[in-house]
């Protein structure tokens, strides 16, 4: 089961809407699902909860390292409590998706994400989960420092909101590790190439009945 969840962001009101703090969005809701309350934790660094899932227990947390040391919150967490990579589920935002999408994947490369970076050097593994959350690409590379750390437009933060609540209702099945059902409640799919219509058969004339009436075009009957 997943015993770790870590939402990644920046600390401090002038992120709190940021692109970049899509993680903390889900861990805020994840706190409020699972009835616990995040405060924190300096001998962690950052905000941490503990909720009781099941008889077990799974932490919460949200590094106030600032993006680029998030592992430094991460990795004392689950050396604290002993959880191996594979326990810890990452939630971050992700360029190479767009706004209204969210992707489930375990390990793999951190992409030139700095908060993922760190993760891998303070873990030690890559091997642990993450939840990407589709903010979209500015289109140009050289403008995505200032991407992530401005606001969503109006009509993308409705996209992300909405991918972050398909991902939360697949909160027990991530709790439980049930991946292959989380991934089907958050993954979006495109809907299925409409089938080609069936040629209609040419109609061909009635006959009309021996010794029957028939109307025409023009005509009509009570």
């Not at 091997?127 to 420092?145: F, K, M, Q, S, T």
């Not at 059902?181 to 109609?203: G, Y």
Request: proline share 9%; net charge positive.
């Amino acid at each position: 089961m997943i015993r770790l969840i870590a939402g990644l962001g920046n600390p401090g009101p002038e992120y709190a809407d940021t692109r970049h703090n899509a993680g903390f969005w889900f861990v805020d809701e994840a706190a409020r699902i699972l009835k616990t309350s995040l405060q924190m934790e300096r001998g962690h660094f950052g905000l941490v909860a503990r909720a009781n899932v099941g008889g077990q227990s799974v932490w919460l947390v949200e590094p106030q390292t600032y993006m680029n040391l998030s592992g430094k919150s991460v990795a004392s967490l689950a050396r604290f409590f002993k959880i191996a990579p594979e326990e810890v589920l990452v939630v971050h935002d992700e360029l190479d998706l767009p706004p209204g999408e969210a992707k489930l994947k375990k390990g793999g490369g951190h992409a030139g994400h700095n908060g993922l970076r760190d993760i891998h050097a303070q873990l030690g593994s890559p091997d642990y989960w993450r939840l990407r959350i589709g903010i979209g690409h500015p289109g140009n590379r050289n403008e995505v420092a200032n991407w992530v750390l401005k606001k969503p437009s109006p009509d993308d933060r409705i996209a992300i909101a909405q991918a972050l609540d398909r991902s939360l209702k697949a909160l027990p099945q991530l709790i439980a590790g049930e991946m292959d059902k989380a991934t089907a409640l958050i993954h979006t799919s495109k809907p299925p190439r409409p089938k080609p219509p069936k040629p209609v058969p040419a109609a061909t004339p009635a006959q009309p009945a021996e010794g029957g009436n028939t109307t025409g075009p023009g005509d009509t009957s009570d």
